[in-house]
């Protein structure tokens, strides 16, 4: 008797050793997970739980976080740094701007500053003092040396003595003579300086100083109102207050009167340091006329946007012929660079003074999300409107893809140890989600849900605050008490759909390290239709590795989720696939 010979089927161990993260995408590669949660690549190739942060302290009404050599913070409208209150208080309720340049830290839209170095130097970068009674004006050198008054005449005075004055008045004009008696003539005086006395001690010297960009009104002599620069300012408890300020005067005179004095800042959308200078940019109306501008302040001097002495160190404004509203700036390599949604605009620094814009026609900052700018390495992160992008000088490429076609906004980022993290919430849904992304390996991880109002890094650690319940966090875990045993789970996309013959998945197994009390639950979805089904449960009371094996029933594809808690390390997971005929 003759009996038919039967083949077996042919058996594949497929062995995935190698996870690569988070892969929102309808078809997802082996060892890349459809949906995470708390997972890292800290230990890649391995899958592993992320650190558990640390939780330094709940916040009353945060507004900001700033990383210098310690963490700077503002709380309940009082400046902190290293958690200890500062006399800067009484700042508006909302987030805040906070900018480090030198040892000063820089408080945007209150426009006040303090010296993380120095506790009693801190204020306001704004100053205005009016001042009422009698003034007394007269004409002086640039220190503030007065002078005599001059001979006033159409024609020259006889005899002159040698530095004499005569004040020419022929012709249309009035110009300042003085007598050379080596050149034997007189010598017309480029800059012409008046000096304004005050019935006040003291008051000057402790808001203006020496060549700030002020405007001035009030002044008896209508040519010494408008903008002018205080090359001299001087006063004390025994002297009277005075500013010197070019300015002619045919003779010294008092009179009573009111004269203002103001030292603004324009209004700023965004703010950043570069090359020891603030820049800012503004569109839209300053209180005065419609503007589309970039901003810098005089060198050094974060106080002074309005500072012309003709110098390199002068400050300066652009006008930028580009349309739309800005949506982010920062110092990128040492060049400030600002941001619309179709735009980059970087400023070439000078060192003579002569800054120029180059316009880069591109992907620009989503408009909300101008925190998401982060400088990780030598490169730039943010995000733009549809994804995250990459940028490092040229045209800016998308690091994103994992991330899938859902749409987000209100990103917020930060970095730390070559990982940008990025907090973002879905916009159809409204639903947060922070992800992290290792810059080295390429890897996504959706970490939780975490809505970070912001994030700062300070003396190694990554700092960000918990919107929701304004909750100080540590995400590495060096500061503050840590989490409880952390939930995790990863999703597969869909698995062996790829092969279009029949198939029979006879078995998985999954390899990993768990630490004593961890939990783990495989649940599977068959045909991607139905109810999630538990086929595997641990609990170890130990620390070791383990294996679960898992028996699938017969499908055409499935999907795996594992589910646990506590910390672990996913080692492998291999399956054991039986393929058939087409039929």
């Known amino acids: 008797m003759q009996f038919p010979f039967l083949t077996p089927s042919r058996q594949t161990r497929i062995v995935t050793d190698v996870f ?59 400046l902190y740094v290293n958690h200890l209150a500062t006399p800067v208080t009484g700042l508006s309720a909302g987030e805040k701007q906070l900018v480090s340049m030198g040892a000063y830290v820089l408080i945007f839209p209150d426009k006040r500053y303090y010296n993380s170095e120095d506790p009693t130097d801190f204020g306001f970068m704004e100053a205005e003092l009016t001042l009422s009674g009698e003034i007394r004006y007269c004409l002086c050198d640039s220190e503030g040396e007065e002078l005599e008054n001059p001979t006033v005449g159409e024609t020259e005075p006889e005899s002159p003595a040698n530095a004499a004055l005569w004040l020419d008045t022929a012709g249309s004009g009035r110009v300042l003579r003085q007598y050379s008696q080596v050149q034997r003539c007189w010598v017309e005086l480029e800059s012409v300086y008046t000096k304004l006395v005050f019935p006040s001690l003291g008051q000057l010297p402790a808001l203006f100083r020496r060549f700030d960009g002020v405007e001035i009104s009030g002044a008896h002599e209508e040519e010494l109102n408008g903008e002018k620069i205080l090359y001299a300012v001087g006063g004390g408890e025994s002297e009277q207050d005075f500013i010197v300020l070019v300015g002619l005067i045919e003779q010294s005179f008092s009179a009573e009167g009111s004269v203002r004095l103001r030292r603004r800042l324009p209004e700023m959308d965004f703010v950043c340091e570069a090359q020891n200078r603030l820049w800012g940019c503004r569109y839209g109306n300053d209180g005065e006329k419609n503007v589309n501008e970039i901003y810098a302040s005089a060198l050094g001097d974060f106080k002074n946007f309005r500072q012309y002495l003709g110098l390199s ?59 998401s700018l982060q400088v990780v390495g030598e490169s730039l992160y943010y995000k733009s409107r549809g994804e995250v992008c990459l940028w490092q000088g040229g045209f800016p490429q998308s690091v994103g893809t994992a991330l899938g076609e859902t749409d987000y906004d209100s990103a917020v980022g930060g970095s730390v140890d070559g990982r940008y993290y990025l907090s973002m919430r ?47 966090l540590a995400m590495k875990g060096s500061v503050g008490t840590a989490e409880e045993r952390l939930p995790w789970m990863a999703e597969t996309g869909l698995l062996d759909y790829q ?24 649940w599977l979805r068959y045909d991607s239709e139905g109810d999630w089904l538990k086929s595997g449960e641990i609990e170890l009371f130990g620390n070791g590795t383990v294996s679960l094996p898992i028996r699938p029933r017969r499908c055409d594809h499935l999907q795996m989720r594992i589910c646990g808690e506590g910390e672990a390390k996913i080692c492998a997971l291999s399956r054991i696939l039986e393929i058939g005929s087409a039929l």
């Open 313 to 371: 160190t002068d400050s300066w404004t652009a006008s930028v012929g580009s349309d739309g509203q800005w949506t982010g700036a920062v110092n990128f390599l040492g060049r400030p660079t600002f941001f619309k949604e179709n735009r980059i605009h970087q400023v070439i620094v000078s060192s003579v003074g002569a800054h120029r814009l180059e316009e880069t026609v591109c992907r620009g900052v989503q408009r909300g999300c101008d925190k």
């Open 426 to 472: 879905e916009t159809e849904s409204g639903e947060w989600s922070l992800f992290c992304l290792d810059t080295g390996r390429g890897i996504w991880y959706r970490e939780d849900g975490l809505h970070a109002l912001c994030f700062a890094r300070a003396d190694g650690e990554l700092y960000a605050i918990d919107a929701e319940s304004g909750a100080l």
């Open 499 to 522: 092969t279009p013959d029949r198939k029979y998945l006879s078995r998985y197994t999954l390899t990993l390290r768990m630490e004593s009390g961890s939990r783990l639950s495989i």
């Open 20 to 78: 690569t993260g988070y892969d929102h995408r309808p078809r997802v590669a082996d060892g890349a997970f459809y949906q995470t949660e708390n997972l890292s690549s800290r230990q890649y190739p391995l899958l592993c739980t992320r650190p558990r942060r640390g939780i330094v302290k709940t916040l009353v009404k945060p507004g900001g976080l700033l990383g210098k050599d310690s963490l700077c913070r503002v709380e309940d409208g009082t």
